[in-house]
């Protein structure tokens, strides 16, 4: 199932189909070798919380779904919600199941499926001549998540590595992860990816004071080098980001930031109007209805017909409170259980996920979705202090 993850990059289609696959094969395996669980439950609030979310997507689909312009959302939100399903039910079997696992064969893993995606990426830019690199989905934004939530586990890896040789691939990662995510021309991945890394050297429990400071210095003298070497694709975001600032300060929201302020105000107020949720039929009308009289907002109705651009609003458009509850209970219960395992990966990871659903929708997209259910999955399963290898190491005591 791991490598169904790194397939992602290259085929997104089979790589959901593997999952799938190995997701009823495991279910299967549960059934049979049931009586090897771990008792008491573990994770049963997360797996709560998953399968909640779950549910409210299908449920909300099959009562309201029907044949209109806006098919396209059902279907997202039907897909991810049959996903999130198996991830509830996968969750509740590996956090009870006994990991058997190699970490220097996961590390491996990570490294090489890591490099290997970003130098993909690298490969579209320079080869293909693409203005913003895609992978093999539809939007360059995506790529720049999947490349995210990737390159977190990389660099987990690397930083389990001790000596030169954790500098040297510390160097290497840095400047393949950011060169791939600065190649997206993703803002938001290009602005909080440095902070992820900063954040996930900061809690590793490999990683001491005096090391810290090296990495840290390490890191900024990387990311200063990128930020010349790119200065020109970088430059272009920045003048779009504040070409898109300065137009929406003058009542026009038909640019790419101007266009998510005017959706996160007209989708609250459409929530507002229905806090026990609606259809995609019937918020697309009240949209139309909040930006007929405020022209400010007129950006919002380019996206009645796919999402609000926020995970927080565009739940709360479409499916009221309940869908509000439903995503902070997910968030809550993987900082808990991130907190409790000690799991600065897991942690990272959901930072990651809520950092970018304020300005996108993760759970809308099949391939969003199935990247961050397989992570935490990994992050969940091989990573938690109590999954690793007893050693003199555990605890505070770091080399």
Request: overall charge positive; proline content about 3%; charged content about 15%.
């Amino acid at each position: 199932m791991l490598g169904s993850q790194y397939y992602l990059v290259f085929d997104s289609v089979h790589a959901r189909k593997i999952f799938y696959a190995m997701g009823y094969l495991t279910i299967i395996l549960a059934i049979v070798f049931h009586s090897q669980f771990l008792r008491p439950f573990r994770n049963k609030s997360l797996t709560f919380s998953i399968l909640f979310l779950a549910l409210s997507f299908i449920v909300w689909a099959m009562f309201f779904k029907q044949e209109s312009p806006f098919h396209d959302v059902y279907n997202g939100y039907g897909t991810s919600g049959r996903i999130l399903l198996m991830f509830g039910i996968l969750t509740f079997i590996y956090s009870n199941a006994k990991p058997h696992s190699k970490p220097f064969l996961l590390d491996l893993v990570f490294i090489i499926g890591g490099l290997a995606a970003n130098l993909y990426a690298i490969y579209q830019y320079n080869q293909l001549h693409l203005a913003r690199i895609e992978l093999s989905f539809d939007r360059a934004t995506m790529a720049a998540y999947v490349l995210t939530v990737l390159d977190i586990l990389m660099l987990h890896a690397v930083l389990n590595h001790h000596g030169w040789k954790r500098y040297a691939l510390f160097v290497l990662a840095i400047c393949f992860s950011f060169s791939a995510i600065v190649f997206s021309g993703t803002r938001a991945a290009i602005i909080s990816y440095p902070v992820l890394c900063l954040v996930l050297s900061f809690t590793h429990r490999e990683v001491n004071k005096t090391h810290l400071i090296k990495l840290i210095g390490c890191f900024i003298a990387l990311c200063i080098a990128i930020g010349f070497i790119f200065k020109q694709p970088l430059q272009q975001r920045i003048n779009a980001l504040i070409y898109d600032i300065s137009v929406f300060q003058a009542q026009n929201s038909k640019t790419s930031v101007g266009a998510r302020f005017a959706m996160v105000d007209a989708g609250f107020q459409a929530g507002l109007q229905a806090p026990l949720g609606q259809s995609a039929e019937r918020r697309g009308s009240e949209i139309q209805e909040i930006t007929k009289k405020n022209v400010a907002l007129t950006g919002a109705d380019t996206f009645l017909n796919v999402h609000m651009h926020n995970e927080l609003i565009d739940n709360f458009s479409l499916r009221g409170v309940v869908g509000v509850i439903a995503v902070l209970m997910l968030y809550a219960s993987l900082i808990w259980c991130s907190w409790k395992n000690r799991n600065p990966a897991l942690f990272v990871i959901t930072l990651s996920m809520m950092i970018y659903g304020l300005s996108d929708v993760i759970f809308f997209s099949r391939e969003g979705t199935l990247t961050y259910v397989i992570s935490i999955l990994t992050a969940m399963t091989f990573l938690n202090i109590q999954s690793l290898p007893s050693s003199p190491l555990t605890g505070n005591d770091r080399r």
